[in-house]
């Protein structure tokens, strides 16, 4: 086997997040997004001495797993690459992987509590980042999301299930007022052009709508026509503002340079377990908010009682777990890096009148350092990445008997699990929460106690 060979091969087992395996001439092949049972021509893109990367190409036959996909999309977009599978099929393969990836790391003696299904299994998204571009070089104007193996290319997808057709009707007045304008979409290669993402977001609570249009400076262009289109579209929810930010950095991810409003408000506002949030346009918030008060619910039980207790809630975002256990305890103190969700936790804080939450803004390792009181409870909720190991220790230091961590990220979440466990500490129980149906994500809750 070598580097451009083309192959066929039947995947045999699955490995997180979603590297399906299968076997050629002894030799183990990872394919992304092969599913267990399905015969797939794969191009191979990596060869090694013990293994070989490639690129799914076609499904030959299908799993006997699989079934006809829910969305016409399905193919093209890059997302939701197992809704072929059913859903129980699904949460059952997301609580063995898991499950695997913590007994490989050694994680002894725990209690495993299986996979929690999330509430809604379709329209369950609050928040759509879409990216302007095109499917072909110099065609048509999409809007959506970039094309399955192709980050060059973008598809529309104005009938998408995993949100509500809010979503969908807010798209398509934009693509289509765009495309009528003739406005070139931005080239991330060539740096030149003036459309570059479109954001959508949606309480579920509140059901109030947020659009922020984001587009580089080399065009002037007067955007109230379309906000009046948008304004008069039959919404189930309430559109309460529309954004345009301004945005030449290089790099193809959203950021702020420069924000107008260009009707209504900055926020909307959302509800999660009796408490209200308000989220700005850049703030971070879960994207599952009726699978977040069940996610946030098995944090709080595995937290326990903890009604005289100081707590520490780090990597706290916008501090919705921490506001949520001040509800329960004694006082909370969260650290989180990025200032403006911290300026969010706090005011957020304000808006429930819970005088017991206090956010700070730095880095986990330094700012541990100048907390005066010290915790008895410890709740993590790291990014992808995990817990740096410098800050790890710091954290285990404290000699808490209780820890509860949250992650949405099994791999490094088992890393940690194994320095914790080596450092003096149990792990008591795991349970999964399905957060993102139809997707290889999970996140998982984790109950600590010091040995």
Known sequence: ?????????????????????????????????????????????????????????????????????????????????????????????????????????????????????????????????????????GGILNLGMHKRGSFQSVVTVDECKLVDNDFNKILKTALDYFREKEVPHYNAKTHKGFLRHFIVRKAKGTEEILVNLVTSTQMDMDMSELVEKTKSLDLKGKLVGYLHTFNDNLSDCVTNERLEILYGRDYFYEEILGLKFKISAFSFFQTNPLGAEKLYSIAMDYMGDAKDKIVYDLYCGTGTIGQIASTRTKEVYGIELIEEAVEAANENAKLNGLTNCHFIAGDVFEKLDELAKKPEVIIVDPPRVGINPKALKKILKYKCKEIVYVSCNPKSLAENLADMQESGYKVKKVRCMDMFPHTPHVETVVQIEKA
Do not use: W
């Open 1 to 137: 086997m070598k580097k451009k060979a083309i192959i066929e091969i039947k995947i045999e087992e699955v490995e997180f997040p979603s590297k399906g395996i299968g076997y050629y001439e002894g030799k183990k092949v990872y394919v992304k997004n092969g599913i267990v049972g399905q015969v797939v021509k794969v191009y191979i893109k990596k060869v090694r001495k013990e293994y070989a990367e490639g690129k799914l190409l076609e499904v030959i036959s299908r799993s006997e797993r699989e079934r006809d996909s829910f969305c016409p999309h399905f193919g093209l977009c890059g997302g939701c690459a197992n809704q072929t599978v059913a859903y129980d099929d699904q949460v059952q393969l997301k609580e063995k992987l898991v499950k695997k990836l913590l007994d490989d790391a050694g994680i002894k003696g725990y209690e495993f509590e299986g996979i929690e299904k999330s509430p809604e299994v379709y329209e369950y998204r609050n928040k759509m980042e879409y990216s302007f571009g095109d499917e072909t070089k």
